[in-house]
C-alpha cells in the first residue's frame, strides 16, 4: 500500500472514530433513526420526534440523555427484536434442516423405486417361467409389495403376516399348474383349503422362514432410519420456532434496537454482551446438545450396519430368486405334495378350462430379468453414507448455536467500539458465562428461570428414538462361505444370522447369490433326479444363455434359476 493510500486511510479511520464519540455525546437529528424505523416497520408511522427529547416513559431503552425513541417505538421494536432473533435461529438451522429433510425425501422416493423394481422383477419371473400362473398371481404381487411399501414408510403392517400372505396366496396356483396340472381350474372351496394347508405342508419348505427373517432384519432397520430422520425435522421445526421469555425479548430489545434510539443506528452489540444474551436465551436448546449428538451418532451406527443380510436393497432386488426357490422347491416335492394335499382336502371337482396367460408382446424376445450391478455411487448405501458424512458436522449445532449467531452475524468484530447496553464501548468488561442452563446463574444480563417444556418434551422423543435407533444397529462379523458336507456351499455368518434368514449376497445392490443346496433339495435327490426331470419334460437341447449352468450342474453347484432354464417344457 503506498504511503498516500495508507494516509487517506488513516484519516477515514480517524473520522469515523470521531462521528462515533460524537454521536455518543449527543445526537442532533432523528432523521435518520425516523427513517430507519420506517423502513423496518414498513410504512409511515404518526408522532415520530424529529429531534431528541426526555424518554421518561421508556421501559427498557432507558438513558439520561435525550432520546429519539418514544414509548410506542420502544413496543414496536421490541416486536421487531423477536423477529429478527426468528428469523437468525431460521437462517442459521436452514442448512442442516435441507440437509436431513432431502435426504429424507431421496431415501423415500430410492425405497420406492426399488419397491417397484422388485415387483416388476418378481412379475418379470412368473411372465417368463410361470406362463400359466403369472396373471393370476399379479394381484398377490401387487399386495404383497405394497404391503412392503406400507410397512416401510411407517403403516401399521406386519411383515410376518403379509409374507404368510403372500405364500399362502401362491400355493394354490403352484398347486393347480405345476404338482397337479392334469386340469386347470377347482373351486373356490378347494383353493382356499389348500391356501390354509400351506402352513401346515410346508410346500416351499423353509424360504418363507427365511423372507420373514430377511424381512425382519433389512425393513425394520429402514423403517426406523426414516422415522428417525423426520423426527430431527420435527426438532429442528420446533426449536426454529421456540417462544422467548419476556426477559428475553427484553434483552434483544436492549442489545439490537436500544442504540438507535441514541441515534447509534450501525453499531454492533459487543461480542461478550451478545455471548451473554444469546447464551441465556438460548440456555434452553443448549441443552439438547449431548441428545443430539447421540442421535447423530446413533443414525451413524444404524446406517453403518446395514448390509448384507441387513441390507434392504439386496433384499428387494433379490425376492424373485427366492420366490423362483419357493416354486421349484414345491415342483420338486411335488408326489409328497400331491398326497398330502389329496389327504388334508379330498379330490377337487374340476372342469377343464383355459388359463389366462401373460400377455406381451410375442414378436418380441422372451422377456428377461435385465438386473445390472449398480456402481457404487448409485447405491442406497453409498447415499446413507454420504449423508451421515455431511450430518455429522452438524453433531454440536445446538451446543454452539448462540456462539455462531453472534460471531457470524449479530456481533462487532473484535477490536472495534461496540454497545453494551448503555453506551458505545471500546470493550464488553462484564463477565462471559458458558453455553447452558447450569451457566447462567451468573449471566449479567439475562435471568434464566426453569426449564422450557417444549424442549423436555423434544429431548423425550430424542431419547427414544436413540434407544430405537440403538436396538436397530446389530453388528454382525463379516461373512463366511465354505464348503459343507457333501461338497454344497453352505452360507454362514456368525452372531445374528441363521439358517432360517437365507443369509447371502453383498449389500452392493449386485444380484448375486449363494444357494445352500440342502435347502431346497431333498435328501433322496441326486444329479440323476434333476436329469430325469429334464427328459420326462421333453428337454433336451438347452438354450445357449443355460451352457454355464449344464456345467455347474454337472458339479453339483448350480442355482434353481439354472434349474428352470434347463426344464424348458415343465411350464
Known amino acids: 500500500m503506498g504511503t498516500p493510500t495508507w494516509r487517506v486511510g488513516c484519516c477515514c479511520l480517524l473520522l469515523l472514530a470521531l462521528v462515533v464519540c460524537t454521536r455518543s455525546e449527543g445526537v442532533q437529528s432523528c432523521e435518520e433513526v425516523r427513517k430507519l424505523f420506517q423502513w423496518r416497520l414498513v410504512g409511515a408511522v404518526k408522532g415520530l420526534p424529529d429531534a431528541p427529547r426526555p424518554g421518561p416513559d421508556l421501559q427498557v431503552c432507558v438513558s439520561k440523555k435525550p432520546t429519539c425513541c418514544t414509548r410506542k417505538m420502544e413496543e414496536r421494536y421490541q416486536i421487531a427484536a423477536r423477529q429478527d432473533m426468528q428469523q437468525a435461529l431460521q437462517a442459521s438451522s436452514s442448512t442442516l434442516k435441507f440437509l436431513i429433510s432431502r435426504n429424507a425425501a431421496v431415501f423415500q422416493e430410492t425405497l420406492e423405486t426399488l419397491i417397484r423394481q422388485a415387483e416388476n422383477y418378481t412379475s418379470i419371473l412368473f411372465c417368463n417361467s410361470y406362463r400359466n400362473m403369472a396373471l393370476e398371481a399379479a394381484a398377490s404381487i401387487q399386495e404383497f409389495f405394497t404391503d412392503v411399501g406400507l410397512y416401510l414408510f411407517g403403516a401399521d403392517a406386519n411383515p410376518e403376516e403379509f409374507v404368510n400372505r403372500f405364500f399362502d396366496s401362491l400355493f394354490p396356483l403352484v398347486y393347480n399348474h405345476l404338482i397337479n396340472p392334469a386340469v386347470t381350474d377347482s373351486s373356490l372351496e378347494y383353493s382356499e383349503c389348500i391356501r390354509m394347508a400351506r402352513r401346515d405342508i410346508r410346500p416351499f419348505g423353509t424360504i418363507p422362514q427365511?423372507?420373514?427373517?430377511?424381512?425382519?432384519?433389512?425393513?425394520?432397520p429402514s423403517r426406523t432410519f426414516l422415522q428417525a430422520l423426520n423426527l430431527g425435522i420435527e426438532v429442528i421445526n420446533t426449536t426454529d420456532h421456540l417462544l422467548f421469555s419476556r426477559e428475553c425479548g427484553r434483552a434483544f430489545l436492549r442489545m439490537q434496537y436500544c442504540p438507535h434510539c441514541q441515534g447509534l443506528t450501525l453499531s454492533k452489540p459487543c461480542m461478550g454482551y451478545c455471548l451473554n444474551v444469546m447464551r441465556g436465551c438460548l440456555a434452553q436448546m443448549a441443552e439438547l446438545n449431548p441428545h443430539w449428538h447421540a442421535y447423530i451418532r446413533s443414525l451413524e451406527e444404524l446406517s453403518d450396519a446395514m448390509h448384507g443380510t441387513y441390507d434392504i436393497e439386496h433384499l428387494l432386488l433379490n425376492f424373485h430368486v427366492l420366490v423362483n426357490d419357493a416354486v421349484m422347491q414345491a415342483h420338486l416335492d411335488r408326489q409328497k405334495l400331491l398326497e398330502q394335499v389329496n389327504k388334508l382336502c379330498g379330490h377337487p371337482i374340476r372342469s377343464p378350462t383355459e388359463s389366462p396367460r401373460c400377455s406381451f408382446d410375442g414378436s418380441k424376445e422372451k422377456l428377461r430379468l435385465k438386473i445390472s450391478t449398480r456402481n457404487g455411487e448409485d447405491t442406497l448405501a453409498n447415499r446413507r453414507k454420504e449423508f451421515i458424512n455431511s450430518l455429522r458436522l452438524h453433531r454440536t449445532f445446538y451446543g454452539g448455536l448462540a456462539d455462531q449467531l453472534c460471531v457470524n452475524d449479530l456481533a462487532a468484530a473484535d477490536g472495534l467500539?461496540?454497545?453494551?447496553g448503555e453506551d458505545i464501548v471500546k470493550s464488553y468488561t462484564q463477565r462471559v458465562v458458558g453455553n447452558g442452563i447450569k451457566a447462567q446463574s451468573?449471566?449479567?444480563?439475562?435471568?434464566?428461570?426453569?426449564?422450557?417444556p417444549v424442549i423436555n418434551q423434544i429431548i423425550d422423543k430424542l431419547k427414544h428414538v436413540i434407544q430405537l435407533l440403538q436396538g436397530r444397529s446389530p453388528k454382525p462379523d463379516k461373512w463366511e462361505v465354505h464348503l459343507g458336507s457333501g461338497g454344497g456351499i453352505v452360507e454362514q455368518v456368525s452372531g445374528d444370522c441363521d439358517d432360517e434368514d437365507g443369509c447371502g449376497g453383498s449389500g452392493s445392490g449386485e444380484v448375486k447369490r449363494t444357494l445352500k443346496i440342502t435347502d431346497w433339495m431333498p435328501e433322496e435327490m441326486n444329479l440323476s433326479d434333476v436329469k430325469q426331470i429334464h427328459q420326462t419334460h421333453g428337454g433336451s437341447t438347452l438354450d445357449t444363455t443355460a451352457a454355464?449352468?449344464?456345467?455347474?450342474?454337472?458339479?453339483?453347484?448350480?442355482?434353481?434359476?439354472?434349474?428352470v432354464m434347463v426344464l424348458p417344457g415343465f411350464w
Do not use: I
Open 417 to 420: 467500539p461496540c454497545w453494551n
Open 210 to 220: 427365511r423372507v420373514m427373517g430377511q424381512m425382519g432384519r433389512s425393513l425394520l
Open 548 to 563: 454355464g449352468c449344464t456345467a455347474a450342474m454337472e458339479s453339483m453347484t448350480f442355482p434353481l434359476m439354472c434349474a
Open 442 to 452: 451468573g449471566n449479567p444480563e439475562v435471568k434464566v428461570k426453569g426449564t422450557d
